[in-house]
């Protein structure tokens, strides 16, 4: 199958080429809005109302899809080519059981009978990995979890047995987990069906496990296309280089090698730039040659291809790591401590006797995935909502059951918050400039209107911002422009700690490490504590001195990054470390797979609560004992039934392969 | 419930920011026209200067207005419509018409002429000049049907805004009370309310109140409980704000946009409720002209063909009026909607 | 879904208490007491009623016992089907409601009957053909027939068929026995307003519907046309149409006041206002009991319908 494509008025892809052979799975990767997407409904003739096919061709099999009748659209689309999409949950009829969502497909694509399209959906739920199959069939979308809900499409897709399957960032909306296990699911697949695969996904490191070539895509065009390993040994387009660059890494410490930032954002479709789109962001840029004309795409050896002109040409400088200027600060006494917290909802607990302490200027990492309470935390903190009982001390101020409203004005100064989502975290009704001063007036840190100005000038030059977006509105701004203004803002008022949930995980890898570089040199400047939420360890690998792993509500491992990252680990941790998926080709990972779903958090087991998905369990003890907290080390600590032997025994998770 | 939500017209997220200049035009509008229409007699003689600076605002806001609704023709017819009204409740006293309330020669039709006066629409039962009616009766359904409306609308935002945000025994409260005068069908309601309080303006601008108010409480309940979960929210509160502050000034200049749409769509509304009331005998009192009394008149009178323009002249009337304000929210719905 | 169904009839009977209350409290108060009081005594109107005279009134009925006692026996009264007489006509109130709830029945009925099909018919049609002519057409038409209220459509109607072109009498009063022809023009005036507005609420439902994932999950599956509207798009646009048609029953019966009023029809709506111009209150009290009935019921079935519909909010 191969087609070139441009699409839409307004140009989103444009002269895209891709040869995909049978039983091939190739990946194609690229931020947002560079298009992927929009490849993929393509294929499928499903642009809506606004996007076109303008020129080119989509061949499948021969046959041009562009050109087929209504009827045979649809016959292709039953039988050769499936899609599985990005939002499981959307994507799923609401009203109609899975099992009729399901038998559907052979019954109107290959005219089967009802009992025998609903035994093929039965064997399909098997082959993917879905337990108690009946209840299923007979259960509605809602009914399940994300993971099962995906599974189920990909189910759907594979009854029809295509010849092409399309996956539409299937993992995105997924627990990291989770996304490994179908992940895997979807590797085992491929190798038995031997249908071709194009598998689209922002994250670099994922394809590489499952893809054999790659194409990466920027700004509409592909700027490079290579087997997996070449990719990945080899770069040869700047962008994809700056890419891998900009990932963070789960072996590699904060200090010896930091993200490297690619400056700037994509370009919108309708404001590229002459000649190659990624000049203006390149460090390799040549003015007058790479902005001159549209940059072609050159083909090397073994399949390779590159858009860039001075591919050949550039010497790639393995520059020697910046060392951080500026006093690594050694942490002071505790800032905050944590005891005992807990929350519940009636039956349910969100926190479960949470304890951690967290040290003036250290940054700590609290991770975990959804429905670990890790959020729960930080709104207990902030005084959104109250524990139920157990303590959390600012100092000498107790947190825990003080509503914000309550609250003395110094500590609600020494505590700020910056949140998840850029696209609601600024009032889309005030200027930029309003929001930071309004901060700065109600914190009283001046008064006079010159200096609040000043001062607001000033923060936003800490985090590299001209100073006319002052006077903008939220809605002119990017994602990672938005959340730069979020950590401007919350520490105008020279907080002293501050609580950051997830602050990057809405945006794109690239704009990510300009992001988190930012929040931590403005950190170590001022000498803030930082309690960092995320559920992306690699990440967290990068900027955190203390790591606290929760699980369902407790808390399962803490201790400083080195001793978290390597052996001995809670059997979680493994978990959760093996899902990583790895970019750099001379680390190997070792495979761990917890089973498939966790129960629901409203019947949670008497003991520990990872043991019904644990590999590792007792039987008896683990599901019925509270596991004890063993300490491996001064301020290392694990909750676990396994003996401490067994624990510290474990084989580490990466292993850096020396050349 | 979400269904009542999603029943109120399907409420868009309209990003229509009125402007300082719209304001003031508007404010330029509707004080005239009160002070005109509700107190003409304390004004005496002045009465007729004060819709002088009326007349050029309207004209000020029907370009504002078409510069706003350029994307939509929809808006636009509907915009012009509705200005068409506005202007000739404005200058109506400026124009050369025969005085409404003066009998002259009952029953004469369109186009012809009678007693040396022509009457281009014709004259009513009771001799009065149609046209001249039709353009007076104007003023008052415009007046009160914006103030009932506003009215309405001051106490469901701010009940809508204390339910939703303060929640707990407040939003219970708030919303019983709502769902019991949703309960009662709204022509009940009037019927009970006017008979009790007695038939006049402000006793208008009460009944409306009460049964247009529960529904943008509910509309405004809705968007705050939305709203309140955004981020931008939690950082007023982590930051220590009072509870008045973030209603006032983070969330209500966030779901004006809806309200806006909702706005034009209630003044049609309340438009019907007016002129049926006065139909009905119970609304604003004769002798002034009113199209729903000029409705109730003609039906009483000689029912028959060639009398028939007694009553299709107000009912085209009211209807252009009222469509004209669906055109605008219907619109700006499709132009929130494309933005 | 019991504990649902539980849960709302409580909230019913409640606001029914408190709206009953209500309806007492405002019935309570001197103007419509002196109303009643000139009414029994006889007499031109509540100024020519002489204090004395109202005072004795009011003593002889009871009024100065204790607000509760008084709403207390009131409510007992109710339950047991005494609904008292009619000043007016003289007949009891239970005959004239039965009477006049009838004939609106009838015109519900029919109401009701022409107009489920034909608006989710029409809305469908629209949201499945977005931009097409016919979708524009019906989007215009119902714009058109939403923002005429009542009394201009009942207006143009009668100077349209009736005056012009004669095929139906211009008034429904029923002086003759029953007669169809004289329901056409109520009933037409009624259908236009409600299948516009139906059809419009339609419509939108079924664009958003139609713009979903799992509506595009179904057509890539490679599911016929038809399969993927009556299947997926239906059970889905539906839930909030159904809802509103239930909900209707509120609005209807406002607009039944108007157009039986217009058309003189013997209804329930202008059972209601005759009553209230009269000043007869056990007939308005009952009335208004009657209506607020019926509007709660009406949003009632409206809720249980939504979660019936909806799988989501059951489980």
Known sequence: MAYSVDAKALPVVRDFNLSLLPGESHGLVGESGCGKSTVALA????????????????????????????????????????????????????????????????????????????????????????????????????????????????????????????????????????????????????????????????????????????????????????????????????????????????????????????????????????????????????????????????????????????????????????????????????????????????????????????????????????????????????????????????????????????????????????????????????????????????????????????????????????????????????????????????????????????????????????????????????????????????????????????????????????????????????????????????VTRRRVRPSVEAPSASSPPAGCRFSSRCAYRIRGTCEVQEPPVREFAPGHRIACHLPARELSEMQPIFEVIRP | ?????????????????????????????????????????????????????????????????????????????????????????????????????????????????????????????????????????????????????????????????????????????????????????????????????????????????????????????????????RDYIHAAQTRGEHPLWVMGVELLPNVRGPLIVDACLRLGYTTVAITTLTFLGLGLQPPDPDWGLMIKEGATAALLWKYSYLITIPALSVSSLILGFNMIADGMRELSGRS | MRGLIARRLTQMLLIMLAASVLLFAIFDTDQFRRKVAVAELGGFGVATLSEQDYQHWLARNGFERPFLTRYGMWLARLTHGELGESLEKDVPVATLLRESIAHTAILGFFVFLFMIPLALVLGLLAGVNEGSLLDRGISFVSVLTTSTPQIATAVLLTVALALGLNWVPAKSAMLEGWSFRELVLPLLTLLIYEVGYLARMTRAATLEVMAAPYVRTAVLKGLPWSRVVSRHVLRNALIVPVTLVCQELNGLLSQIVVVEVFFQYAGFGRMLFDAASFGDIQVLQAATLVAVLVAVLSQFLSDVAYVALNPRVQF
């Open chain 2, 1 to 229: 419930m979400s269904t009542v939500l999603r029943t109120q017209g399907m409420v868009a997220r309209a990003l229509v920011r009125p402007g300082r200049w719209a304001t003031l035009l508007v404010l330029l509008v509707w004080v005239p026209l009160i002070a005109y229409v509700m107190f003409r007699s304390a004004l005496g003689g002045a009465a007729s200067d004060v819709l002088l600076p009326a007349v050029p605002a309207v004209v000020g806001l029907y370009a504002l207005g078409l510069a706003r609704c350029r994307g939509s023709w929809v808006a636009s017819v509907g915009l012009t419509l509705v200005c068409f009204w506005f202007l000739i409740a404005v200058a109506v006293p400026y124009l050369p018409l025969t005085d409404p309330d003066k009998p002259i020669a009952a029953l004469a039709l369109p186009g012809t002429t009678k007693h040396g006066v022509h009457f281009i629409l014709g004259s009513d039962a009771r001799g009065r000049d149609m046209l001249s009616r039709t353009l007076w009766g104007c003023q008052r359904v415009l007046v009160w049907g914006i103030t009932a409306t506003a009215a309405a609308y001051a106490v469901g935002v701010v009940l809508g805004l204390l339910g939703g945000y303060l929640g707990s025994w407040c939003d219970d409260v708030v919303s019983f009370i709502g769902n019991l005068l949703l309960s009662f069908p709204v022509m009940v309601l009037f019927i009970l309310i006017l008979n009790l309080l007695g038939q006049s303006g402000f006793n208008i601008v009460i009944a409306v109140t009460s049964s247009s108010a529960p529904m943008i409480m509910r509309i405004v309940r809705g968007l705050t409980l939305e709203a309140k979960n």
């Open chain 1, 43 to 586: 294929i499928m003739q499903w642009l809506g109302r606004q996007g076109r096919i303008t020129s080119g061709q989509l061949l499948f099999k021969g046959r041009d899809l562009c050109l087929l009748s209504g009827e045979e659209l649809r016959r292709t689309r039953g039988a050769q080519v499936a899609m599985i999409y990005q939002e499981p949950m959307a994507s799923l009829n609401p009203t109609m059981r899975i099992g009729e969502q399901l038998t559907e497909v052979p019954r109107y694509n290959e005219g089967l009978s009802r009992p025998a399209a609903r035994a093929r959906a039965v064997a399909m739920l098997n082959r993917v990995q879905l337990a108690d199959t009946l209840r299923i069939m007979e259960a509605y979308p809602h009914q399940l979890s994300g993971g099962q809900q995906q599974r189920i499409v990909i189910a759907m897709a594979l009854l029809s047995n295509p010849s092409l399957l399309l996956l539409d960032e299937p993992t995105t909306a997924l627990d990291v987990t989770v996304e490994a296990g179908i992940v895997d699911l979807i590797g085992s697949l491929s190798a038995e069906y031997g249908m071709s695969m194009l598998y689209i996904s922002h994250n670099l490191a994922l394809l590489r496990t499952i893809c054999q070539r790659i194409t990466v895509m920027y700004a509409g065009q592909v700027v490079e296309t290579a087997e997996t390993a070449a990719l990945f040994a080899d770069p040869h387009h700047p962008y994809t280089r700056q890419l891998l660059a900009a990932m963070p890494q789960p072996t590699v410490h904060k200090h010896a090698q930091p993200l490297r930032a690619i400056p700037g954002q994509p370009p919108a479709p309708d404001a590229r730039p002459r000649g190659c789109a990624f000049g203006p962001r390149c460090g390799y840029f040549m003015a007058g040659r790479c902005d001159a004309t549209d940059v072609p795409l050159q083909v090397e050896s073994g399949g390779h291809e590159t858009r860039c002109l001075r591919a050949g040409e550039i010497a790639w400088q393995i520059s020697p790591p910046e060392l951080n200027d500026g006093p690594t600060r050694t942490p002071g006494a505790t800032a905050l401590k944590l005891h005992s917290l807990t929350k519940s909802y009636g039956a349910v607990s969100a926190n479960e006797r949470v304890s951690f302490d967290v040290r003036a200027g250290e940054t700590v990492a609290l991770v975990g995935e959804s429905g670990s309470g890790k959020s729960t935390v930080a709104r207990i903190l902030m005084g959104l909502t109250q524990a139920t009982s157990g303590s959390a001390a600012l100092g000498a101020v107790e947190l825990a059951q003080l509503p914000v409203g309550r609250r003395p004005a110094a500590t609600i100064r020494a505590l700020q918050m910056i949140f998840q989502n850029p696209f609601d975290t600024l009032n889309p009704s005030h200027t930029i400039g309003a929001q930071i001063a309004r901060v700065i007036r109600k914190f009283k840190i001046e008064r006079d209107k010159a200096r609040i100005d000043a001062r607001v000038q000033e923060l936003l030059a800490q985090v590299q911002l001209p100073a006319e977006i002052a006077s903008r509105h939220p809605q002119q701004l990017s994602g990672g422009q938005k959340q730069r203004v979020a950590i401007a803002r919350a520490f105008a008022g020279h907080p002293q700690l501050v609580v950051a949930d997830e602050p990057v995980s809405s945006l794109d890898v690239s704009v990510q490490a300009t992001v988190v570089a930012l929040l931590m040199d403005i950190q170590r400047e001022s000498g803030t504590t930082l309690l960092f939420i995320s559920h992306d360890l690699a990440l967290v690998r990068q900027l955190a001195d203390r790591v606290i792993v929760m699980y369902q509500g407790k808390v399962i491992e803490q201790g400083t990054v080195e001793e978290v990252f390597a052996p001995p680990y809670h059997p979680y941790t493994e978990a959760l470390l093996a899902a990583i998926p790895i970019a750099d080709p001379r």
